[in-house]
């Protein structure tokens, strides 16, 4: 089983910064992707950022620019800095990490239990 810890959520005034973490802990033998999603209230969960194991990226739509995700392999971290935060940005932030297990070699799909993150307007 693969564990999803997240940290660094908080309130924080419109235009400021706030820097998430996430650390997988487990039998891990390889991690493929790591991903931050969120979720507003009333509204479907989205893409927030995701990076690869090589270093490849993608935003969403609505972060690009604002938002870098970052990975620190030897770790199994990702972090989301969060940039120029707008009051549109308040949701719960999910990590979501894919891997594979150590033992078994078979695919994981891991989810953490949210952090939240509210900007004050």
């Known amino acids: 089983q693969v564990q999803l810890v997240e940290s660094g959520g908080g309130l924080v005034q419109a235009g400021g910064s706030l820097r998430l973490s996430c650390v997988a802990f487990?039998?891990?033998?390889?991690?493929?992707?790591m991903t931050w999603y969120r979720q507003a209230p009333g509204k479907q969960r989205e893409l927030g950022a995701r990076?690869?194991?090589?270093?490849?990226?993608n935003y969403g739509d609505s972060v690009k620019g604002r938002l870098t995700i970052s990975e620190d392999n030897a770790k199994n971290t990702v972090y989301l800095q969060m940039n120029r935060l707008k009051a549109e940005d308040t949701a719960v932030y999910y990590c979501?990490?894919?891997?594979?297990?150590?033992?078994?070699?078979?695919?994981?799909?891991?989810w953490g239990q949210g952090a939240q993150v509210t900007v004050s307007a």
């Open positions: 487990g039998s891990i033998f390889n991690i493929n992707a």
């Open positions: 979501n990490t894919q891997g594979i297990y150590y033992y078994t070699k078979e695919d994981f799909d891991s």
């Open positions: 990076i690869t194991s090589g270093g490849a990226t």
